[in-house]
């Protein structure tokens, strides 16, 4: 998986918590600069849908950008075709690596999980930072991690 980011962050937080849930290697991509044409002025947002086109397969993006889809406010993140974005806008720097970990395991087949899990969906930052940051056992059998 390769990692870019529009902001410094930690990566080596990140690196580790791929690795950790997934067994994931990142390698780090580098500088991505957000493009106008994604930028909707009317809502002060950069449309997610359409940056995921922007960024190379089995990538994932940090952002430092409010991101949307269309019939959401925002988003954390999104996961799509191989593709990852994260937004760090509305989160602490803390839960990036929780969020970098939810929208992979997206990408790896996992549907938003009920349980006490990395997979819970997140509708505002205090659910977001409340959830663990790892795959509760029925994720894990889902990828084949444990029996």
């Known amino acids: 998986m390769k ?12 690196a580790d918590a791929l690795i950790e849930n997934f067994g994931l290697e990142v390698e780090e991509a580098g500088f991505f600069k957000l493009g106008e044409e994604v930028y909707n002025k009317k809502r002060g947002q950069y449309d ?7 960024i190379p397969p089995f990538s994932i993006l940090i952002v430092d950008a409010d991101i949307y889809v269309e019939g959401m406010n925002f988003i954390f993140g999104l996961a799509t075709e191989n593709r990852a974005i994260v937004s760090c806008y509305r989160i602490p720097e803390e839960i990036i690596a929780k969020e970098v970990v939810h929208e992979v395991g997206h990408l ?5 999980c009920k349980n006490e899990c990395v997979m819970k969906f997140s509708n505002s930052v205090i659910e977001a930072i409340i959830k663990p940051s790892f795959l509760c056992d029925e994720c894990k059998k889902k990828l084949g991690k444990i029996d």
């Not at 529009?6 to 990140?14: T, W």
């Not at 997610?48 to 922007?54: D, G, M, N, Q, R």
């Open 48 to 54: 997610a849908s359409i940056l995921v086109k922007f």
């Open 108 to 112: 790896l087949g996992l549907p938003h």
């Open 3 to 14: 990692l870019l980011y529009s902001k410094e962050i930690n990566l080596q937080k990140i």
